[in-house]
């Protein structure tokens, strides 16, 4: 099992930045890919960020230039720093891992932190 913590989120105009991080706990050592996704109100949830354990990175074309997403192993902690904030942002963030062992593949989620962009 794996257990997502997620801090950050919160009220900012729009132009503005917030930070997120997510620690990770348990079975952490077979956690292969970390991510950041949303739900916005009335919409299915979309895939914000990703990263693997190597660093290598993916976004969604929505975010790309203005949301970077890093990783600090040794903390077993991600972290998603977004600017240049839209109100499209807005929504429920959730903090994702995958982990793989011999057995098959897991999803984990965090239990989600809310981001609001006023105009």
């Known amino acids: 099992q794996v257990q997502l913590v997620e801090s950050g989120g919160g009220l900012v105009q729009a132009g503005g930045s917030l930070g997120l991080s997510c620690t990770a706990s348990?079975?952490?050592?077979?956690?292969?890919?970390m991510g950041w996704y949303r739900q916005a109100p009335g919409k299915q949830r979309e895939l914000v960020a990703t990263?693997?354990?190597?660093?290598?990175?993916a976004y969604a074309d929505s975010v790309k230039g203005r949301f970077t997403i890093s990783r600090a192993n040794a903390k077993n902690t991600v972290y998603l720093q977004m600017n240049s904030l839209k109100p499209e942002d807005t929504g429920v963030y959730y903090c994702?891992?995958?982990?793989?062992?011999?057995?098959?593949?897991?999803?984990?989620w965090g239990q989600g932190t809310q981001v609001t962009v006023s105009s």
């Open positions: 348990g079975s952490i050592f077979s956690i292969n890919l």
């Open positions: 990263i693997t354990t190597y660093g290598t990175t």
């Open positions: 994702n891992a995958v982990r793989s062992d011999g057995l098959g593949t897991y999803t984990y």
